[in-house]
């Protein structure tokens, strides 16, 4: 039933493609806008990714394996643009240089605000790589360069391509940052054409060819992976590595570290603080109510998000099967999906079966929780697997219901797990745009629709304070993920 409920935007691509019919569709997508369109999408993916790769796998092996000074702030300098949204760091280029627009605007904004996708499982990585297999490289003759791109960046393979996959899907996904900077795409198509004629053909079909190429991507990834392992058997050698000394190279190094950390966070942050200070009237009675309806919302995305999560996590852990992965598959399959297929999904679905839940509350969380569930999904696996079900066994022979032990024994267990995928998923309902933009009720403005209704009327005082409150929301979860992906205080 859940796993239905989640493939909801597979089917409504489906049906739409088939409700159209051949000749209808064809005449819709086959088309010099949709081929500009497509142009325009596809040159961002294949510019942008690469690049994100470049620098997040560069940023991570100067801070984990060289002696960069400074590294340690740098290394959380790297992760800090997670915490401005990419609609947030558009506005604050926008504002800096209102020249700045068009493919390269577009890569240049995109790239520093998702190139951290990247450089954190390449981060953690590295970090769990053995030192003497490079050592023992280097022992043999071989080259610095030679080492990293013989011995590390092949150990690298599976993180830099999870990164790349996801930071793929955000470039697809991405409606603000874009439409900011007058960058036509898919998603930003889709939007101004649903305004234009509501849950019409033209945003279908223009959604169905967005879905495609999600399952293009999905499908390049998991071929790119292959079936390689790279596990090793033990902790392997416990000293730490040795730090490869820049030498005259150091100060290059730090003066292209600070630019990427000034360009990709104290540019957007710098044009936020300037309009926060220009002179103009704070509405709070526009902000409180905002920031209310922000947290009720995202918190109960966040809990439904849980509840949903645990049957799939349970299933997986405790009872390991084909039909359990295609379960879990399925979550991840409909996740993978830009948030305007959801929305369109969840307005197609709630019109047809049930007009009353259209624009509510509800249809906002249900959008929350079909694109953010992996984010719930993923910690409660892995804090799920580490409970020993010896304990509830325990438990049951001293006279304890099954129940009663799992309220008494796993639940207390798992709640640093709930804990976290919680906070990811609520941060990330917070900073959710387009699906908010057309699922929310008639007179709900969350911090980020806000956001967007000032700056996209240009009034960017007015837009400040709603971007430093999403800057702000976003900095636990951030801390989160670093702490995640390092696992320790750098050494």
Not at 241 to 270: D, E, H, K
Not at 396 to 412: E, F, I, Y
Request: charged share 10%; with cysteine; glycine share 8%.
């Amino acid at each position: 039933m859940l796993a239905a409920g989640a493939l909801v935007p597979i089917g409504y691509v489906v049906q739409a493609a088939f409700a159209m019919g051949w000749d209808e569709l064809s005449a819709l997508v086959f088309r010099p806008k949709v081929g500009e369109l497509l142009v325009n999408t596809v040159l961002l993916v294949v510019i942008g990714v690469p690049a994100s790769v470049v620098l997040g796998v560069g940023a991570a092996w100067l801070v984990e394996r060289t002696a960069l000074p400074a590294r340690r702030l740098f290394a959380v300098g790297f992760v800090a643009p997670l915490a401005i949204p990419a609609f947030v760091a558009s506005y604050g280029w926008a504002s800096a240089i209102p020249s700045i627009s068009g493919l390269w605007g577009g890569v240049l904004v995109a790239v520093l605000a998702y190139f951290p996708l990247v450089y954190l499982p390449a981060l953690a990585a590295i970090r769990g790589l053995d030192p003497a297999l490079e050592e023992s490289a280097r022992a043999l003759g071989m080259g610095s360069w030679g080492v990293f791109a013989r011995v590390v960046l092949p150990q690298l393979r599976l993180a830099v391509l999870g990164g790349a996959l996801v930071v793929a899907l955000h470039l697809l996904a991405e409606y603000g940052a874009f439409a900011f900077l007058r960058f036509d795409t898919f998603t930003t198509a889709i939007v101004v054409a649903y305004q234009a004629t509501f849950a019409g053909p033209n945003a279908a079909a223009l959604g169905l060819v967005l879905a495609l190429l999600c399952l293009v991507l999905l499908a390049a990834e998991s071929l790119a992976r292959g079936r390689a392992r790279y596990a090793r058997v033990g902790s392997g050698s416990p000293h730490p590595p040795a730090r490869l000394p820049l030498g005259r190279l150091a100060p290059l190094a730090v003066i292209a570290a600070a630019a990427i950390v000034v360009s990709a966070t104290v540019v957007p942050l710098a044009s936020v603080v300037r309009w926060l200070f220009t002179p103009a009237v704070l509405d709070l009675a526009a902000l409180v109510p905002a920031t209310v309806q922000t947290l009720v919302l995202s918190i109960g995305g966040a809990v439904c998000a849980i509840l949903v999560a645990l049957p799939f996590a349970w299933l997986a852990v405790r009872y390991p099967s084909r039909l359990a992965r295609m379960l879990e598959g399925a979550a991840y399959l409909a996740s993978s999906l830009p948030a305007i297929i959801v929305a369109l999904a969840l307005v197609a679905t709630t019109l047809a079966f049930a007009p009353a839940l259209y624009q509510t509350a509800f249809t906002v969380i249900v959008a929350y929780v079909v694109i953010f569930l992996p984010r719930a999904l993923v910690p409660l696996r892995a804090g799920l697997s580490q409970v020993p079900e010896s304990l509830e066994e325990a438990a049951r022979s001293l006279g304890v219901a099954p129940w009663a032990a799992r309220l008494r024994v796993t639940a207390p267990m798992l709640v640093p797990a709930v804990a976290a995928g919680g906070a990811l998923v609520a941060l990330g309902a917070a900073n959710e745009l387009t699906a908010t933009l057309l699922l929310a009720p008639t007179g709900t403005r969350t911090v980020a629709t806000s956001f967007w209704s000032a700056a996209s009327s240009l009034d960017y005082p007015a837009a400040a304070p709603y971007a430093v409150l999403l800057v702000l929301l976003s900095v636990p979860a951030v801390a989160l993920m670093f702490a995640h992906a390092t696992g320790r205080s750098l050494r």
